[in-house]
């Protein structure tokens, strides 16, 4: 009686687990997998020929913009503060001018993770803390879907051309204030 006690309750401990980690995995997806919708139906991956959906290019042109400054260097980047901006990111571009990045906010400081789908350009991730300190940099290749997590919680997100923070001698440590 004993080991068929033990048996039930190890086969509903082991059902359970699974129940719990499909739950997860499925709330994980549900955001991609709604985005994955709204754009499948408005677009094809990016070709020679093919060109952006109206809603991405709207999202691409759009005027949301931020000084940012670090103590040698100051400019103007791209700000993707909502859950769009940040999903569409860079993806589909074959160029970023010298100075031009991209600057992404996320709803509350959190371990973030980016990856490079759908990504054509070479980039430098710069992950940043609320008070706006670099916690990491990162080289991001080109369409690779692996994750790259922030090493501790971050607000900010930083993009640019890759090589782009070493040349301007910016480093862990170094400070980023957000102008107006």
Known sequence: MIKTLQHNITAYLTILFITLFSLQACAQQ???QALNKETASKTQPLQDDTELSAEELALLSDDSNINIS???KSLKVEFADSFEERALGLMYRKTLCEDCGMLFQFDSERIA????KNTYIPLDLAYITEQGEIVAIKQLTPHDLTSVPSPKPVLYALEMNQGWFAKQDIRVGDKVEMLP
């Open 30 to 32: 549900e955001p991609e």
């Open 70 to 72: 670090f103590a040698n």
């Open 113 to 116: 993770s980016i990856w490079m």
